[in-house]
């Protein structure tokens, strides 16, 4: 066990040092200088600039001089806003992301679970057909086309919610709620099927042999045995709902991560683009690598030792 | 005394498809008394799975109908429980055993677990109890240290183990019957032998009444006091084990005998396959549906199927030879020579009870 912690760890560190050496390179390929008043600057202040940011070295050095940084856990500061750290503005924008994130994902897992167990119990009828069809819409249909037509309808038509900004708790469940629908279509699919190979399985006609009840035979048998792959699943929906709240976040006015993103690299703010692309890495990385370790804990035939064949 | 605890009447049961219903069973009849091993043989597809599952009502009710017949266990007529009433005798006084060990376990289910639930579900035994007896059930199918056993998951268990686990779960509450499916052939043959002899010895101390359903007549020799011979989801043939084995009055029985192989035999000796395969359950005529394949085929042979006709007071045959307007030079040798031995028989019993 812990060797293979150790082992997926020390994966997890190059993995990220590739993404930021492929970052840093392709940034110093996009046209454009990190100054708001480019146009307005003279040659001479350029270099007085440059030289201040380091900008004037070559691409090597200032990799070097990044990495070592880096190395140090200094992220450098904005080019934007003067004498922040791009540690500092990470760190007072990724809650409200987080939060929408987070709702997003419980919710589109509960209704998603909820719909495709549903649709796998009552197989081949309306019932199924609907929730199948449903998958299929949230699945093919951007996020922000479901934003959209909420904020009209919900926010504007209704008046029920907040059709923007950041203001209470009512304000986040649009931008979740948005956010959450392509996680409820693909874990209803995955759930249905899952389910529906489960229940074909003979240790299910076992244990209704055993004259269980049939709720008794769904829940401690079908059901939970269903679940351990959607578990799999979660890593990457985690990551969809990640990129998601970049257009969420823009549409629905949250003061978040994605926003901030957008912007940096609209304006070339190298520190900060630098800066949140290792923080979602490393999000998304720990999310995967905690997906591989809770499925050892739910599947006992998955032995995170390794070597013992079971 | 000999009371019949089982008694499967004119059963048919029917899969819906989209080409309309096709009959996997067609009017089986048999009984099973207390204690008593009943073989059902067959080839794959004759229908033997589908009626041990339909006594059990495991078939998916979406698409099975069962539009006649009566299954009377202890008198009472099993298709006609509620849900609740068939969830109280599964498991506690039927039980069954299937053909693969491999997927009959819940692979995240530690086993003891799942000795427990039938034990919960049928009895009163505390918690503490019921993990007692699941032990008890280990150690009486013969796994070793069966308290740490309790706590192991089905992949920590060998093929022929894991069967053990499948039976020990099956035998948990004392059930009257098991119906067995094949219940080795998933397991090499050494494990097979332990297996069916672990199995004898049980029904000894249980009492237990046996269906067991193979095509393996190897098993059915070892095992059976009687046998029921299926084919295309009938009955064709069936009576005590030394009828079927020493007086079949089936060509299909006698086929399936013939094509076993035999020890003694000399290797020269081919051994004779039955030429063609099972009918098409969907495209059934009117005639015997062994007509195509047997060697004795009567012109009545393809039009109509002949019923059930009792031979001695075990042994019942549907076959046209049988008939007595069958002319007796049309009748072949073999059996002609089995209903010999079978007066004889009668007429020796008689001598005895005279």
């Known amino acids: ?310 | 005394m000999n009371q019949n605890i089982l008694e499967v009447d004119n059963l048919h049961v029917s899969f819906k498809t989209r080409n309309g219903a096709v009959p996997a069973v067609r009017g089986v009849s048999f009984s099973l008394k207390k204690g008593e091993t009943l073989a059902i043989v067959g080839e794959s597809g004759s229908g033997k799975s589908v009626t041990a599952k339909s006594i059990m009502q495991l078939l998916p009710k979406q698409n099975t109908v069962i539009p006649e017949g009566t299954i009377r266990y202890e008198g009472k007529d099993m298709l006609k429980f509620s849900n609740k009433e068939i969830q109280s005798v599964r498991g506690s006084d039927i039980s069954m055993v299937f053909q693969d060990p491999m997927t009959s376990l819940n692979p995240t289910m530690k086993i003891g677990k799942q000795i427990m639930e039938g034990l919960s579900r049928h009895t009163q035994l505390t918690k503490k109890q019921a993990r007692q007896r699941a032990k008890e059930m280990l150690e009486l199918v013969g796994i070793p240290n069966p308290e740490t056993r309790l706590d192991a998951y089905p992949h920590q268990f060998s093929g022929g183990m894991r069967q053990r686990v499948v039976i020990a779960i099956a035998l948990a509450c004392n059930p009257k019957i098991l119906i067995a499916d094949e219940p080795t052939t998933a397991l090499d043959v050494t494990i097979q032998a332990q297996i069916l002899r672990l199995m004898r010895n049980l029904q000894e101390k249980m009492d237990t009444g046996i269906i067991l359903i193979t095509h393996d007549l190897g098993v059915v020799a070892n095992m059976a006091d009687r046998v029921a011979v299926m084919y295309a989801g009938e009955v064709v043939e069936q009576g005590t084990l030394d009828e079927i084995f020493y007086r079949p009055q089936h060509p299909y029985t006698l086929g399936l005998l013939r094509s076993m192989p035999n020890l003694d035999a000399s290797r020269a000796q081919p051994l004779i396959p039955i030429p063609g395969s099972p009918p098409d359950p969907s495209a059934l005529g009117t005639g015997c549906p062994f007509a195509a394949r047997c060697p004795y085929t009567m012109k009545v042979c393809h039009d109509y199927n002949p019923g059930a006709v009792a031979i001695s007071e075990s042994q019942a045959v549907r076959c046209w030879l049988q008939d007595e307007r069958t002319p007796p030079e049309h009748i072949p040798a073999e059996i002609k020579e089995g209903r010999r031995s079978t007066e004889e028989a009668a007429a020796d019993a008689e001598g005895v009870t005279a």
């Not at chain 1, 919710?107 to 549903?118: C, P, R, W």
Request: aromatic fraction near 12%.
């Open chain 1, 1 to 310: 066990m812990k060797s293979y912690l150790l082992k997926r760890f020390l994966y997890s560190v190059i993995t990220l040092f590739i993404i930021v050496s492929a970052t840093f390179l392709l940034m110093q390929l996009l046209p454009g200088t990190p100054y708001s008043n480019a146009e307005k600057l003279t040659e001479s202040q350029r270099a007085i600039l440059d030289a201040k940011y380091g900008l004037d070295k070559p691409v090597a050095v200032q990799y070097i001089t990044y990495i070592g940084n880096l190395l140090q856990g200094d992220l450098g500061y904005s080019f934007q806003y003067q004498g922040r750290t791009v540690m500092s503005m990470i760190g007072d924008r990724v809650g409200p992301s987080a939060f929408i994130g987070l709702q997003g994902l419980v919710f589109g897992t509960i209704i998603g679970l909820i719909l495709g167990i549903v649709s796998a119990l009552r197989h081949n009828t309306w019932l199924d057909y609907t929730s199948v069809t449903l998958a299929v819409l949230g699945m093919s249909i951007p996020s922000f086309v479901f934003a959209a037509l909420m904020q009209y309808y919900i926010g504007v038509k209704l008046g029920w919610l907040p059709v923007a900004l950041w203001e209470n708790y009512w304000s986040t469940i649009m931008p979740s709620l948005a956010l959450s629908v392509t996680v409820t279509a693909t874990v209803a699919r995955f759930i249905r099927s899952e389910m529906l190979e489960v229940l074909g399985q003979d240790y299910v006609t076992t244990a209704r042999a055993k004259g269980l009840n049939e709720s008794g035979v769904i829940w401690k048998h079908v059901i939970r045995n269903a679940l351990i792959p959607v578990v799999t699943m979660l890593g990457p929906l985690a990551v969809s709902i990640m990129t998601g709240t970049l257009v969420i976040e823009k549409i629905f006015g949250v003061p978040g991560l994605g926003e901030q993103f957008t912007l940096s690299i609209l304006v070339l703010d190298y520190s900060v683009i630098m800066g949140i692309t290792l923080f979602y890495s490393a999000l998304f990385i720990a999310v995967v690598f905690i997906v591989d370790v809770l499925y050892g804990f739910l599947d006992p035939r998955i032995d995170l030792k390794g070597g013992s064949q079971a």
